[in-house]
């Protein structure tokens, strides 16, 4: 091949690169950087009741998000959020954990079965759940068929719904990084933990935890972040008792119509997702020094 031929590939090539490069940044700012931007203009003005928005600046609507009110509803997100994320933990870890030390030929399939959920919408999933825990459901069906009731339990409406719903939607998502992290692991680090005198115990406190632990921080950022906005799984599966911060956000653009509440709302649920994934490098960061240390 010619200099000239070389040349004309390489600008081709950088050509080519750059045009990519521009698209994804061009789609990412009409379709990302500018709405947030609106969102966040919005946050500071004031509502009219005639147009909505009201072109005058105010604190005010983040200030009442300190109301005993939303704070109620906020901390009980955040609760509802944190116990969906550590039953998605519990049950992620071990499934991948096997999945991870099975053989080659098992794996795509089980990871396929992970991933099947996603083809269906999860609105519908989340409806079908009231088939199984509503009081004449599958549940209760197959409990008093057994005898071990003898009425009908009250699973619909309550916390415990909402949390069901949310690991069952949610689960795929901490399972999945968890397996990329354990996948990578050196099992000889294990053989040589066992040789060198430690119990099953601290070979998983000492080795397979801080190893994983990427995996465990970046599944339980990709759950629990999630879990606060998923307002039809409360609607769905907690009635109006349990609202996650996503009911606010919803009440305030759709049914109140008090867009600038809902966008403050939005921005503080923005800024809660920055601090997490600021916590995410600092462990990772914290982790590598810790690797280099030792």
């Not at 940044?25 to 950087?33: Q, S, Y």
């Not at 088939?131 to 008093?144: D, E, K, P, Q």
């Amino acid at each position: 091949m010619s200099r000239t031929d070389l040349s004309h590939k390489r600008f081709a090539h950088h050509g080519f690169r750059n045009l990519a490069i521009a698209l994804i940044l061009g789609w990412l700012t009409l379709f990302v950087l500018f709405p947030n931007l609106m969102i966040l203009a919005v946050s500071l003005l004031t509502r009219d009741e005639s147009q909505m928005i009201a072109p005058l600046f105010t604190l005010g609507n983040y200030l009442r998000l300190i109301d005993p009110l939303y704070w109620q509803v906020i901390l009980h997100s955040l609760w509802l959020a944190m116990v969906a994320t550590l039953c998605c933990l519990l049950l992620a870890y071990p499934f991948a954990w096997i999945v991870s030390r099975l053989p080659g030929r098992w794996r795509p399939l089980l990871l396929f079965l992970v991933v099947v959920p996603f083809w269906t919408n999860s609105l519908i999933r989340t409806y079908s759940l009231k088939v199984l825990m509503s009081t004449r459901g599958l549940i209760n069906a197959l409990l008093l068929d057994l005898g071990l009731i003898e009425r009908p339990l009250q699973m619909m409406y309550t916390e415990f719904a909402v949390i069901i719903g949310l690991v069952y939607v949610l689960l795929p998502f901490m399972i999945l990084p968890l397996y990329s992290a354990m996948e990578k692991l050196d099992l000889r680090l294990l053989e040589a933990a066992r040789d060198l005198g430690a119990n099953g115990w601290q070979r998983f406190r000492h080795v397979v935890l801080p190893l994983t632990l990427p995996g465990i921080v970046a599944g339980c950022l990709l759950v629990f972040l999630p879990a606060m906005g998923m307002f039809y799984v409360s609607d769905l599966l907690g009635g109006a008792k349990h609202l996650l911060i996503g009911n606010v956000i919803k009440t305030a653009f759709l049914h109140t119509r008090d867009w600038p509440f809902g966008a403050a709302t939005s921005v503080t649920l923005t800024l809660l997702m920055g601090l997490l994934l600021w916590c995410y490098w600092r462990a990772g960061k914290l982790l590598s020094k810790q690797e280099g240390l030792a």
